[in-house]
């Protein structure tokens, strides 16, 4: 099982640097998601990775061996298309056995790998039909098929959901994970899709503008995001500035945010009194109340959304910050739009950072 | 209200805009199509002449002043006019059963009534054919020998003076008809085609994939190579091609390779030059199309570049290689001109009809030349575009169907073919070939008139012909951008579909069919209608063939221009006029410029249709070819520099207004 | 404020019905989502109300006025395609004006509306920037200024989000609602995404085939779907098949063809009929002890998977017989199982909602074409 690294490598097109100075290692048998806005440079990455371009400074390493150099073809690996691109002339079963034929790997183990990896992504009653006989969903599982043919240990996908219906990609993240899992390969794909990010992978590169932000597992990302980008970008989050008018004791103190609201908050990073800070939080950490409670802050309901099992509400605070709070379904009291409230902060549920320099919508923006 | 709103506002009434595509389809219809196909109708107005004249062996003539001893010898042989400065010719063919001797004696008599005598014996046998040539000024015979079994031919005593030719304007053979000639040249035309249009693919390939897959520096200027040979005229392309690969007697300009004397040879290499362009343009068309994901997953699953080129892109290809085939086949069926300079260059002296080949195009300007020949004329045209149609849809169904054996895989052989030196090899073959093949025959020209005697230039002869066929030019490019681009534009996005698949089809017709049936066709129409002006004719004979060049150029351009965009602009309160002036034009306005520099240089080059409509024709290339068969090669080269130069300043032209709206 | 009302709306493509017989009524200032798998009409749909193609039958008024006749730009329709159609040879400033210019108006009401739309989009400042320079998000927002400045009061939205970042989507959702109702249009949006219909619509029209299938609010569709494959389109449903035994005044009974026994919610089904029963994913429970009551409703699995969603986690459960059964758990759920665990699963009889058993199977209703 292959082993990847890439080491210092950097794209550049003309001016544009694609990529800049990326390191990156990762395990046998790990499943990678590099996540990032479209521009990011995640393409390229993989695109260096399987050879088809060439880096601009830099090596990669498969197994221990550097393949910077390497003619795709002759790189060991399976490449799945954000277009999927089936061979259109080709029916389902000739494109499944594509590697295997121009592999020479012989008549049997053509016809048996063939077999074998289309009734994997149950296709195999369908070996007939021409790639636009298929629907969008079944043209990708053919087209995982297709790479999985190769016999290769690595996998690499390219946005290979993005071209589908919203509710059909639900269904192939399955498809996906069960596959890579079960068949042991070392998977690398890429997404600006941060659910399906979450959702598929052991471990999670974010990237933005060329470079990485932060690397960590899905939950470590979610619920300790070390960065406000990764914060913002991995799931939802409401964001709050103000500053520490107090001391720290036992890691906690005081912020105060416009209009002169205070907030209780942890301060792990022992910031100094005076310093800037910003808390974000997730919707379902937050809690409203009619009541006046601790910690909280007044405001009033301006939307109110239907999410199925939760409700969410758009709440403009008193302190001119708009914050999101899911509330499920089953304990939700109905509160309406233009309805005064008071949103609960739990200080352990803050996610506290230092109020940025370049001013906080750019760094959380997401273009 | 200003008036031009209300003109606009007028335009934009469905009624208006429904009675204008009207217009402009009848115009296509009756001044285009119609013309074009018209010599079809001469199968059943005329039939009886053609069977008459071409299909069925004349009557036996009298030989007068001509004493032929011979069997089943017949003489053929054109000019009607006696002009003893004219070169002569003598076709002699023949069909023996057995070994055969013939002696001859030929007596020319020049303009000072001194008298030549000219003996000779030949044995022949079987089916075949004798040239003897003579020119009154010019002593050299040339003999040149075709057909199999060759022997020994005897004619005894045969007398030739050219006051006989007065009282001859044909002889005709009982065992020879017409119609085996115009066999024989649609045969050599077909043949040279075909075999022009798989040397291109197979170069064209290659070069495209550079073009398109590949970057590397100096690109651009490559590019711009590869088009160089379609801004010159083809009549100046095949007095240069000549120049450089052929033997060409009473020639011999500094640098000419003189590899050939063989006119089938020559003919393929010059048409070569102007079609490989065209291939190598659809094909680099077709490559931009397809996605290149097709390529790099298949690379990806391990397969060899050559592997992948062959399984993948091939296949995709298909749809798009009809075009390129199509186009390259049908400009050498078409191509007159060069083809009528360089048989020209490679047997001077000798007249039209006495060329060892001819090809069907050459055929006509011939006949046409000598004229009287109208029922040849109409049948050869008439079967040039019924085989031209029917090998269109043969070509479009052979490749949509054949099986190509692309889907078995070599993987040893082909790994190693896309290794280490093949690439290279193959990259560094192609540009030799451009080079050698396309770029130096090109020009070789001035190599010549660099170092060849200069002799006196009828400067006025040629500003008059440029005058006539700037004329010609310019008024069909006009004519064919008011009709050219409103028919696209039906054509991309009408909405009876079964009205505009068939224009779609209808288009193409005057691309394919040779010009110089197209405008034996042409002057068939109009002049049963008795309008009898030459340039009119002309005119519209050079109309009929560029009309397409807009209308694929702008169809092109709409087809890539989302519909969306229109519709959006529509939506937000745009009527259909200020669509077209805001939206539409400015996305398409290189495209119409393109197809608007195409027809008229397309216009400027042009000789057999020009030559098929009506025997005297002053444009340019006609002018050059007249230059070139009479032998006055200094002043035909430079004539052929100065249009060289004029094409490519409109050309450049082009490139750079082109260029400066991608800059934007 | 206009309504729309469509009657008996039929459009083919040659033997391809795009549009079958579709009689809707959008009201005033309704931001109505049109919720559909490829295919199933949608987009034609948009068209036909745009003017842009014409019907085969039926008719479209607009403000009881009926536009069928009327060419796209006396519709008073703004239409946003799917890749925006910025014109490219035009920069911000002449594509936001591109309308009130063809309209005719003078040059100052230009300016001013002009500005007006930039200035409520945050593109004000790019006004010289071509699309090309723009990121995608700033593309839909010029888009959307460009809709909103040529006097419509209809707009016509077809998948405004797709071209979009799936983090980016989420965002953008509120902003084109509020844009919407800010301006008092009456909206019809087109998408494929049952979420981005659930959280941003006041009704919901669920489209497949060219024919309606259901129509409410978004609460309406995903509690009370009208047939399996809404059930399982607008979040994820498992499903059980078999026949109705009895219904009585709080539940009804299903038994399965293994003789299991199911309570699920009541129906006005016949007892005796062939029915089928599924619940939504985020409805399905998981616990590790036994579940108290009895037998029914009870499944015992193990967990093969787990997809971490952040707030949800999703969990793919193997029963015994080997049917594969999903659940959506929240996050401080979610945390306390692991793949591998045995779990129970318990379907809750309230959330349980019974369907007749629909033609071919229920695999084959719930494929998403």
Redo the contacts between chains.
Sequence with gaps: MPEIEMKGITKRFGKVTAAANINLKIKEGEYVTILGPSGCGKTTLVKILSGIWEPTEGDCFIDGKKVTGIPTFERDLGYIFQNIALFPHMTVWQNTSYAPIVKDRGQDVMEKTTTENLELVNLLQRKGFKPFELSGGEQQKAGIARALCSGSKLLILDEPLSALDARVRLDLRYVIKNLVKSKGLTAIHVTHDQEEAMSISDRIVLMRAGGIVEVDTPENLYNRPKNLFTANFIGEASFIEGRIIDNNEDNCCTMRARNGYKLKIRNDSCMMKGAGVVIAVRPENLFISRKEEDNSIPGEIQDKIFMGSFMRYRIMLATDDLVQVEIAEAIDKTFNIGDNVNVIFKSEKLLVYPRPKEGLQEVLSLE | MTLS?KISDFISQ?KVIKGWYALVIIFFIMLVIVPTLFVLTYAFTGWDEIQETVMKAPPEIQYTDVDLNFHNVSIIHSPDIIDVTDPYSLEVRYNMERDTSLNYTVYLMDDEEREIEFQDEFIVNGTGTVWFNASANDTHNHFHHVGEGFQTLVVSNVTWTPEIWEEEVVLRSGSRLPWDMVKDALIVSFVIATIVTIIDFTAGLPMAWLMVRKDFRGKKYIDTLIDMPLAIPTAALGFSTAMFWAVTPGLNPYGSLSLTSSPFILVILLHIVFSYPYMVRSLSAILHEI?I??E??????????L??AR??TL??FRAGLVTGIILCFARSLSETGGTMAALAMMTPSLGELAYPMKTGPTLIGAWKHAGGFEPHLAFTAMILVIITLILLVIIKIVIMKFKMPL?K?F??PERLL?KGVFPKLKDGLSFLFMFLVLLIPSFFIFSFVLTGDPSPVDWGGFWGAMRFSFLVAGVITVINLIFGVPLAIYIVRGTNKIMTNILDILVNVPLIVPTSALGISLGMFWGSMDLGMTTLLVISAHLAFTFPLVVRNVAGAMEEL?P??E?????????PM?VFR??VF??IKFSVLAGAIMAFTRSLGETGATLAVVKEANTVPVYIVGLVKSGDYYPAALACIALIFISFITMMAMRYMTKKAGD? | MPEIRITNLKKAFGDLVAIDDLTIDVKDGEYLTILGPTGAGKTTLLRLIAGLAEQTSGSIFIDGECVDDLPPERRKVAFLSQTYSLFPHMNVWENTTFGPIARGWDPEQVEIIGREMLEMVHLYDRKDAYPGELSGGMQQRNALARALSADAKILLLDEPLRALDARLRLDLRYELKQLSKDMGMTTIHVTHDQEEALTISDRILVLRDGKVIQSGTPKEIFNKPAIPFIHHFVGEANFISGKLQEVDDEYSTIVDDDGHKYRTQKTDLKPGSRVVAGIKTEFTLMTKEKWESEEINNFTGSIERILFLGRFSDFEIKLGNGEIVHARLPGYQANKFDGGDKVNIPYSPQRMLVFPEPEGGIKKALEMV
Aim: charged share 20%; net charge positive; no cysteine.
């Design positions: 709103e469905k996605d994901n097709y790099t997953a298949a690379s990806t699953l391990g397969a060899p570049p592997t992948v399984t993948i296949p995709l889907r895989v993987p040893g896309s989302d969306t965009y519709e959006t602009a529509r939506t937000l309160g745009a009527k200020f805001k939206i400015p996305s934007n």
